[in-house]
């Protein structure tokens, strides 16, 4: 099993930098891609970033958001800067784990409320 643990969060001004942090623990192989999703109330939950071999980003968060690794700890970092009321939404952390010979395992955090308002 895996464990993720997101943190940040929370109320940011218009323009303002929020960073959100999401921690795995339990059977993660060296094989896997970190990243993050959100969702708003009645729309289906969409990426954000991940990062993997590759990093990819939403459209519409690119130059704003960056997403990074540190491998030792199983970690990923979302930073968002420039945020938009928009971005209002709950952000998920989502590991994608690839074992040998076995089905590709995805895990998903609890969740965390972000809001841009003044």
């Known amino acids: 099993q895996v464990q993720l643990v997101e943190s940040g969060g929370g109320l940011v001004q218009p323009g303002g930098s929020m960073s959100l942090s999401c921690a795995a623990s339990g059977s993660i192989f060296s094989d896997y891609v970190m990243g993050w999703y959100r969702q708003t109330p009645g729309k289906r939950r969409e990426l954000v970033a991940t990062?993997?071999?590759?990093?990819k980003y939403a459209e519409s968060v690119k130059g704003r958001f960056t997403i990074s690794r540190d491998n030792a700890k199983n970690t990923a970092i979302l930073q968002m800067n420039s945020l938009k009321p928009e971005d209002t939404a709950v952000y998920y952390c989502?590991?994608?784990?690839?074992?040998?010979?076995?089905?590709?395992?995805?895990?998903w955090g609890q969740g965390t409320q972000v809001t841009v308002s003044s």
């Open positions: 990062k993997g071999a590759t990093t």
């Open positions: 989502r590991i994608e784990i690839v074992r040998p010979h076995a089905p590709i395992s995805v895990y």
